[in-house]
């Protein structure tokens, strides 16, 4: 039914930038939260970013804040993560997550749907 697919991923160097995509398929939505999480072996499941086309609200993780943002194009099914200035530590599998009412919750359990991620892995 629906299908997110993450993109963009790839390797950067530290202090670079890239941007990352998220397309919805077999659903067309105008509302609804969208969450970018991060993963490695090493690490727990991080919370990233979220915004809420629902409720107009946006939420950024402290460690990201200012470098990382959150977009989409124009009312279309295409999220996007900005990333400026990467640090070693931004490393990860990228994830996005749907959530259908446009709760943008700071937990994977709240998101409806996700894709396979892309890898971002960072060099310096």
């Known amino acids: 039914h629906v299908q997110l697919v993450e993109s963009g991923g790839g390797l950067v160097q530290a202090g670079g930038s890239l941007r990352l995509s998220c397309t919805i398929s077999?659903?067309?939505?105008?509302?609804?939260?969208m969450a970018w999480f991060r993963q490695t072996p090493a690490k727990e499941r991080e919370f990233v970013a979220a915004?809420?086309?629902?409720?107009?609200?946006?939420n950024y993780a402290d460690s990201v804040k200012g470098r990382f943002t959150i977009s989409r194009h124009n009312a279309g099914n295409t999220v996007y993560l900005e990333i400026t200035n990467l640090h070693p530590a931004d490393a990860g599998v990228y994830y996005c997550?749907?959530?259908?009412?446009?709760?943008?919750?700071?937990?994977?359990?709240?998101?409806?749907?996700w894709g396979q991620g892309t890898l971002v892995t960072v060099s310096s």
């Open positions: 915004r809420s086309w629902t409720f107009g609200t946006t």
């Open positions: 077999g659903d067309s939505y105008v509302t609804y939260a």
């Open positions: 997550d749907l959530e259908r009412f446009g709760i943008a919750g700071m937990t994977w359990a709240a998101y409806d749907y």
